[in-house]
């Protein structure tokens, strides 16, 4: 079992920074591919950004290219999301995300992922 437990949301102002970060237990986080997710009130559950697990490789929503760096630190079992140029449209929960399956690739449906951190807020004033 892998508990994911993410940290460093809050409220930030328009163009402004933030960064996310995940704390991964339970298994060793070398052997999992790690992405993130949002949620928006009335709004399905979208990827942000995720993974793989040496971090050669990534992949980010179009919305955030450009804006949000994933990156991983594996002998600290906890993975990061730097996020700036925020907007407002950015708001939402952001949830840290792992699975085991395919890890040398990122996978960017939900169902694909095993695991699930609470979720932390984000919320860009404008």
């Known amino acids: 079992q892998v508990q994911l437990v993410e940290s460093g949301g809050g409220l930030v102002q328009n163009g402004g920074s933030l960064r996310l970060s995940c704390a991964a237990s339970?298994?060793?986080?070398?052997?999992?591919?790690m992405g993130w997710f949002r949620q928006a009130p009335g709004k399905e559950r979208e990827f942000v950004a995720g993974?793989?697990?040496?971090?050669?490789?990534?992949d980010y929503a179009d919305s955030v290219k450009g804006r949000f760096t994933i990156s991983r630190h594996n002998a600290k079992s906890t993975v990061y999301l730097q996020m700036n140029s925020l907007k407002p449209e950015d708001t939402a929960v952001y949830y840290c995300?792992?699975?085991?399956?395919?890890?040398?690739?990122?996978?960017?449906?939900?169902?694909?992922?095993?695991?699930w951190g609470q979720g932390t807020q984000v919320t860009v004033s404008s």
């Open positions: 339970g298994r060793t986080l070398s052997s999992l591919a």
């Open positions: 993974i793989n697990w040496n971090g050669d490789t990534t």
């Open positions: 995300a792992a699975e085991g399956d395919t890890i040398v690739l990122v996978t960017t449906t939900p169902g694909q992922y095993d695991y």
